[in-house]
């Protein structure tokens, strides 16, 4: 590989009773993955839909596939796993995932935990939300910076764990790498509470991915205690 990969990451139940975030990564000969999926609390077995999806992406990326097909390949084995243990549909998880591969890199997501972008310490772009608020801001109607405390924020448009008629990833890919790009994975409970601009900020001073993470922690509990606080997880990769 043309770089050098560090990364780290971290996952916290917040002020909630049960942590319904799960990571994964994987490190093939050729590719470094990254996954992170956020269950959906409100239907009952969201801790079980992050950890199965993650395992399921991480056994189709270890066998070379894609991340669309460890996706889709994910979603199918979801959808059985509700038909046999009788969980009708509420088995339902965000997802994200990032590959990187010499000096390229892509990811693919569904839902609304983020995938970030940076370069040079500055925020470059992050993917968009499958949620009510992200499609009032692509129309015009709200600003970005209203989507955080939207009242329909955790509405959500496409998740794993329900029929599709058609793939409902969202896919970036040819993202040209230097020595100085940066990727964060996120659940909502995480970029909530913490803006674009401070992630940069504390990303600037970071020495390494896990003190950036636990900087960007701080600000979080900061921000969020006392409020019900939702699960909270990162994964933070630097190229250098």
Same mark, same amino acid.
């Given at each position: 590989?043309?770089?050098?990969?560090? $990364?780290?990451?971290?996952?916290?139940?917040?002020?909630?009773?049960?942590?319904?975030?799960?990571?994964?990564?994987? #490190?093939?000969?050729?590719? #470094?993955?990254?996954?992170?999926?956020? @269950?959906?609390?409100?239907?009952?077995? @969201?801790?079980?839909?992050?950890?199965?999806?993650?395992?399921? =992406?991480?056994?189709?990326?270890?066998?070379? !596939?894609?991340?669309?097909?460890?996706?889709?390949?994910?979603?199918?084995?979801?959808? !059985? +796993?509700?038909?046999?243990?009788?969980?009708?549909?509420?088995?339902?998880?965000?997802?994200?995932?990032?590959?990187?591969?010499?000096?390229?890199? &892509?990811?693919?997501?569904?839902?609304?935990?983020?995938? $970030?972008?940076?370069? %040079?310490? !500055?925020?470059?772009?992050?993917?968009?939300?499958?949620?009510?608020?992200?499609?009032?801001?692509?129309?015009?109607?709200?600003?970005? %910076?209203?989507?955080?405390?939207? /009242?329909? &924020?955790?509405?959500?448009? &496409?998740? =794993?764990?329900?029929? *599709?008629?058609?793939?409902? $990833?969202?896919?970036?890919?040819?993202?040209?790498?230097?020595?100085?790009?940066?990727?964060?994975?996120?659940?909502?409970?995480? *970029? /909530?509470?913490?803006?674009? %601009?401070? =992630? @940069?900020?504390?990303? !600037? +001073?970071? %020495?390494?991915? /896990?003190? *950036?993470?636990?900087?960007? /922690?701080?600000?979080?509990?900061?921000? @969020?205690?006392?409020?019900?606080?939702?699960?909270?997880?990162?994964?933070?990769?630097?190229?250098?």
């Amino acid at each position: 590989m043309a770089f050098d990969i560090s $990364y780290g990451s971290l996952t916290n139940q917040g002020e909630r009773a049960i942590n319904e975030d799960y990571l994964g990564i994987v #490190v093939t000969r050729d590719v #470094v993955s990254f996954i992170l999926c956020d @269950g959906l609390g409100g239907h009952g077995n @969201g801790d079980v839909a992050s950890k199965f999806v993650v395992e399921q =992406m991480q056994n189709s990326l270890e066998q070379s !596939k894609s991340i669309e097909e460890s996706i889709m390949y994910a979603q199918e084995e979801l959808l !059985k +796993k509700q038909i046999v243990e009788n969980a009708g549909n509420s088995m339902k998880t965000t997802v994200t995932c990032v590959s990187v591969s010499d000096a390229m890199a &892509r990811f693919g997501h569904v839902g609304d935990s983020r995938i $970030y972008l940076f370069e %040079k310490n !500055k925020y470059k772009l992050r993917s968009q939300d499958h949620s009510i608020p992200q499609m009032l801001v692509n129309r015009g109607d709200i600003r970005e %910076k209203d989507i955080r405390h939207h /009242e329909d &924020r955790s509405r959500l448009l &496409r998740v =794993m764990g329900t029929e *599709w008629n058609g793939p409902k $990833y969202q896919m970036v890919d040819n993202i040209l790498l230097n020595k100085n790009t940066t990727f964060l994975l996120c659940s909502d409970g995480f *970029w /909530e509470l913490i803006d674009e %601009k401070t =992630m @940069g900020k504390t990303l !600037k +001073k970071a %020495k390494d991915p /896990e003190s *950036w993470l636990k900087d960007m /922690e701080q600000i979080i509990w900061k921000n @969020g205690r006392g409020t019900n606080m939702d699960n909270y997880s990162a994964i933070a990769v630097f190229i250098r």
